[in-house]
T-cell receptor
Framework: DAGVIQSPRHEVTEMGQEVTLRCKPI?????LFWYRQTMMRGLELLIY????????DSGMPEDRFSAKMPNASFSTLKIQPSEPRDSAVYFC??????????FGSGTRLTVV | GQQVMQIPQYQHVQEGEDFTTYCNSS?????IQWYKQRPGGHPVFLIQ?????EVKKQKRLTFQFGEAKKNSSLHITATQTTDVGTYFC????????????FGKGTKLTVNP
């Protein structure tokens, strides 16, 4: 079991550029979550999917953010255009029915 | 919306001292989970509590869920340097949602 795999681990981009973060959940897990972590706001849920269907996207900060899950083994979080205030660590987590989430190692995004 | 408060925000202890972090929710919870995040790492699931008044132990760690299912605590006996990290509580509201709302965490440092 390779766990939840996120890429890239680090991303530095210029303001205005498009950023795409990727996540491969654990095989057999039917729920996937995207969180953002900052010192000021802690861990914030952005969006979650159940069986590849978006269930709750109320945490997505703006229309600049979008997320997709085209199949059970892949999800993306896209920011277009990126802004310096988007700088944070973005975590993907997956879950099989009930119980604890398994988090990926995260993507540290820096927008300059 | 649902809020989960955690105190203290920081705790510094000498190795061998005990440590406790407290978690309070503005709403009744379906369950509460605890996670540990090491510096530079990702949150790692520790335990889930479901029943009112439940107490669970993992070696030196004791977890409690309040009778009203609105508060919880984590107690570490005789801290070790390996206990360093940030401890988060996270809860789901009643109604079957898988959406976890995280507290802001308690950062524990242990002086050897």
């Amino acid at each position: 079991d390779a766990g939840v795999i996120q890429s890239p681990r680090h991303e530095v981009t210029e303001m205005g550029q498009e950023v795409t973060l990727r996540c491969k959940p654990i095989s057999g897990h039917n729920s996937l979550f995207w969180y953002r972590q900052t010192m000021m706001r802690g861990l914030e849920l952005l969006i979650y999917f159940n069986n590849n269907v978006p269930i709750d996207d109320s945490g997505m900060p703006e229309d600049r953010f979008s997320a997709k899950m085209p199949n059970a083994s892949f999800s993306t979080l896209k920011i277009q255009p990126s802004e310096p205030r988007d700088s944070a660590v973005y975590f993907c987590a997956s879950l099989r029915y009930r119980g604890g989430y398994t988090f990926g190692s995260g993507t540290r995004l820096t927008v300059v | 919306g649902q809020q989960v408060m955690q105190i203290p925000q920081y705790q510094h202890v000498q190795e061998g001292e005990d440590f406790t972090t407290y978690c309070n929710s503005s709403t009744t919870l379906s369950n509460i989970q605890w996670y540990k995040q090491r510096p530079g790492g990702h949150p790692v699931f520790l335990i889930q509590l479901v029943k009112s008044g439940e107490v669970k132990k993992q070696k030196r760690l004791t977890f409690q869920f309040g009778e009203a299912k609105k508060n919880s605590s984590l107690h570490i006996t005789a801290t070790q340097t390996t206990d360093v990290g940030t401890y988060f509580c996270a809860g789901t509201t009643q109604g079957g949602s898988e959406k976890l709302v995280f507290g802001k965490g308690t950062k524990l440092t242990v002086n050897p």
